[in-house]
């Protein structure tokens, strides 16, 4: 421990040689390692100080108990945890107000998704079919210079599908 880190000496030293009532609740807390040295010693030898040391423990032990005896004030915030439980009957009707609001879009958005789902099943088959003639013209060389185009090809229909469907909410709507 460096130097800096002990108290100065006018907060451990009274004027009389006595220790500081400071110094004493360091010494009670365990905390030796921040007075300089001769203070444990003091203790050892003085009765004076060795008193009020015992003092302040015991002062400090019933301090403990008092505050273990009585209930915080009222007036004390406890964890949300313990104050308060989580509304699940309001979520729920928050839950089912949303789904309701949906609803209007979720079937008007539905009447193409049986030709959207079949059109993406047909990129994705024709994705796999060429990655797989790819990956089989070669070795591990040429299954590994697949993969870049197999993913490359795999965005450009992610995005053609995007704009498709942009384009097609653009027209329901007037073109906003």
């Given at each position: 421990?460096?130097?800096?880190?002990k108290l100065s000496p006018d907060l451990v030293w009274q004027a009389d040689g006595h220790?500081?009532?400071?110094?004493?609740?360091?010494?009670?807390?365990?905390?030796?390692?921040?007075?300089?040295?001769?203070?444990?010693?003091?203790?050892?030898?003085?009765?004076?100080?060795?008193?009020?040391?015992?003092?302040?423990?015991?002062?400090?032990?019933?301090?403990?108990?008092?505050?273990?005896?009585?209930?915080?004030?009222?007036?004390?915030?406890?964890?949300?945890?313990?104050?308060?439980?989580?509304?699940?009957?309001?979520?729920?009707?928050?839950?089912?107000?949303?789904?309701?609001?949906?609803?209007?879009?979720?079937?008007?958005?539905?009447?193409?998704?049986?030709?959207?789902?079949?059109?993406?099943?047909?990129?994705?088959?024709?994705?796999?079919?060429?990655?797989?003639?790819?990956?089989?013209?070669?070795?591990?060389?040429?299954?590994?210079?697949?993969?870049?185009?197999l993913s490359a090809a795999l965005l450009v229909i992610v995005g053609v599908g995007v704009a498709w469907t942009r384009e097609k909410?653009?027209?329901?709507?007037?073109?906003?």
């Open positions: 421990m460096q130097n800096d880190d220790l500081t009532e400071i110094a004493l609740t360091v010494l009670g807390d365990g905390e030796e390692a921040l007075l300089p040295e001769g203070a444990s010693a003091h203790v050892a030898r003085c009765a004076t100080c060795s008193s009020e040391l015992g003092r302040a423990a015991l002062l400090s032990l019933r301090a403990g108990e008092l505050l273990r005896a009585h209930p915080a004030p009222s007036g004390a915030r406890e964890p949300a945890a313990l104050r308060d439980p989580l509304p699940i009957p309001a979520i729920a009707v928050a839950l089912a107000l949303s789904t309701l609001g949906a609803a209007p879009s979720l079937v008007a958005g539905a009447g193409g998704l049986r030709e959207r789902l079949a059109a993406l099943w047909h990129a994705c088959s024709v994705v796999v079919r060429t990655g797989c003639a790819v990956a089989g013209s070669g070795a591990l060389s040429g299954w590994l210079t697949a993969l870049p185009w909410q653009l027209s329901l709507h007037g073109g906003m």
